[in-house]
């Protein structure tokens, strides 16, 4: 039999505990040090409330504060025995203070428990890869700069177009990564409010202080309505792999890219020893599978998010223990994207360029829609200059291949070749850096004072 905080001394036979705990513990045991903590926020405003003397508040800080240097040093833990992370943290509790203990979970439910952890965890996952997205950004913006004056085709459907250059395609990453912070603050902005004080999702009749408590986790605000708290747990995963799931997609598409142009067909670029493996039987081989597996990782995004959205996206109002489901495809999923951001941020400094490969593969006919746009500034309408461009074609008669410096002069309109935006790129970078800093300082700041006692 499994004991449980919700039922008596009978508990749950084994069968039926295993099926509804599940591989939940693997997960919960990621949210125990956010679980301390919530219950520490939580311990402050009971003690606001008067529901807590000063004495038995003060001995659950110290308990609680012991707790999570265990939890953080490895040696407290989820076990077997227990049904979920709540169940760990209010048995060691009651194990150390006994009776006063029992009063920590007064005015909550394992419903905005579980909540005020998810979002705990998420504050933090969430600022990490908003800075691990930066520093990818941070890096392709470099190698742009470095690269500004390499030209060499672009490409639709996999096939020649027209002119382009090595730093108008990493500008470009740079600029679709910057871009993924807004989904990615928007998530943060919905986990950035607490659930503390919902309960089952109808409130509780006490007279708890939920901004207080919220103030004294971090987070920004409270999430006023109740009903709302529990209607928001599973959209709120699903909508932060969303954002995730958009950066999986942009570094999938660039790993592709990497993946042709590094290729012995082109070889505009060169994998160095460190990011390419071998075959086992064939010695010629240096394989891209970096950039592969990263491929192949925002792949994984996809299901993780379906997962999540399956689960979550066809229950009625209140809470479902269906929801428990959602946990392992919102870590996976992170955990999935973090590596990516970390590898490619570090893989992209290490490319190599061969010039003389990229300007060789500047075909005369690339220059078709160059040519055409230069009748065009001498007055010739453009279905006219396209016209007489591409009967010349048919001819065997080739457009004048042109110097890349020409290249660049005519593409000088915002955000073209030759004029990427660099400097405005890097502020935004560096502004972002500087905002994503702030927040995770307030943040930090909160937590360490309920960790160290500095706001008691």
């Not at 790993?255 to 010695?283: C, N, Q, R």
């Not at 993780?304 to 689960?311: R, S």
């Not at 065997?396 to 405005?424: C, D, I, M, Y």
Request: hydrophobic content about 50%; charged content about 20%; proline content about 4%.
């Amino acid at each position: 039999m499994t004991r449980t905080l919700w039922g008596g001394d009978d508990g749950l036979p084994a069968r039926v505990a295993a099926y509804t705990v599940g591989d939940d513990g693997v997960w919960d045991s990621r949210l125990l040090p956010w679980d301390i903590l919530g219950t520490l926020g939580h311990v402050e405003g009971l003690a606001a409330a008067g529901l807590l003397t000063g004495p038995e508040a003060g001995r659950l800080r110290s308990a609680l504060r012991a707790l999570l240097a265990e939890a953080r040093a490895g040696a407290l833990a989820v076990t077997a025995d227990d049904e979920d992370v709540h169940t760990a943290v209010e048995r060691a509790l009651v194990a150390r203070t006994g009776s006063v203990g029992e009063k920590v979970h007064t005015g909550r439910s394992r419903n905005d428990q579980v909540a005020v952890d998810l979002r705990l965890y998420l504050k933090d996952a969430l600022l990490d890869l908003a800075g691990g997205v930066l520093d990818a950004a941070a890096a392709l913006a470099a190698f742009a700069g470095a690269h500004r004056r390499v030209v060499l085709p672009g490409y639709t459907h996999q096939r020649r177009a027209m002119p382009s250059t090595l730093g108008l395609w990493a500008a470009g990453y740079a600029e679709l990564l910057i871009d993924d912070l807004a989904p990615l603050g928007a998530a943060l902005d919905l986990a950035d409010r607490s659930p503390l004080g919902s309960a089952a999702g109808f409130g509780v009749p006490l007279p708890l202080d939920r901004e207080r408590v919220a103030r004294a986790l971090g987070f920004a605000s409270v999430q006023r309505n109740v009903t709302a708290v529990a209607a928001t747990r599973g959209k709120l995963e699903v909508q932060a792999l969303s954002a995730a799931w958009g950066i999986a997609y942009d570094l999938a598409k660039l790993s592709w890219d990497v993946i042709l142009f590094s290729s012995e067909e082109l070889g505009f670029l060169a994998l160095p020893a460190g990011l390419a493996t071998g075959s086992s039987i064939m010695p010629n081989k240096r394989n891209p599978d970096v950039f592969e597996l990263t491929r192949a990782r925002a792949a994984l995004l996809d299901g993780y998010l379906v997962q999540a959205m399956a689960v979550a996206g066809k229950l009625p109002g209140g809470y479902h223990r269906d929801l428990q489901l959602t946990k392992a495809p919102l870590m996976r999923g992170f955990d999935t994207v973090a590596e990516m951001v970390a590898m490619i941020a570090a893989a992209v400094p290490l490319l190599a360029v061969d010039r003389d490969r990229c300007a060789a593969a500047l075909s005369e006919d690339v220059f078709a829609t160059d040519a055409a746009l230069a009748r065009v500034r001498a007055g010739v309408p453009f279905r006219a200059a396209y016209r007489e461009i591409a009967e010349e074609l048919r001819r065997g008669v080739a457009p004048k291949p042109l110097p890349a410096a020409e290249v660049l002069a005519g593409r000088t309109a915002s955000g073209n070749a030759g004029n990427l935006g660099l400097p405005a790129l890097r502020r935004e970078i560096a502004q972002s850096r500087r905002r994503l800093a702030r927040r995770r300082e307030s943040f930090a700041a909160a937590l360490h004072a309920l960790a160290r006692g500095g706001g008691s």
